[in-house]
């Protein structure tokens, strides 16, 4: 059973920095993409940010510039390291694996 666990969502004020991490129990891991998702209050799940096995990134025009997808395939972990946060950013991050989805981390970006 493929087990995807997000951590590091929380309150940070307008300009700060989280780091987000996602780790997947699977054999797989390493060969696969993985995908960070967002969903605000109201609104549709979207794409962030997405890394494939080989380390190509990709991002949405939203986080180009201020957010960064990496991985690190010794600890079957995918991070994903925002900076200049904004109110905007403000909603539940989801991680997304072969079919799977986390329970998503929560971000909240207020002063």
């Known amino acids: 059973q493929v087990q995807v666990v997000e951590s590091g969502g929380g309150l940070v004020q307008p300009g700060g920095s989280l780091r987000l991490s996602c780790t997947i129990s699977?054999?797989?891991?390493?060969?696969?993409?993985v995908d960070w998702y967002r969903q605000a209050l109201g609104k549709r799940r979207e794409l962030v940010a997405s890394?494939?096995?080989?380390?190509?990134?990709y991002y949405a025009d939203s986080a180009k510039g201020r957010f960064a997808i990496s991985r690190d395939n010794a600890k079957n972990t995918v991070y994903l390291q925002m900076k200049d946060l904004k109110p905007e950013d403000t909603a539940a991050y989801y991680c997304?694996?072969?079919?799977?989805w986390g329970q998503g981390t929560r971000v909240t970006v207020s002063s």
């Open positions: 699977s054999n797989s891991f390493s060969f696969s993409a």
């Open positions: 890394i494939t096995g080989t380390g190509s990134t």
């Open positions: 997304y694996f072969d079919e799977y």
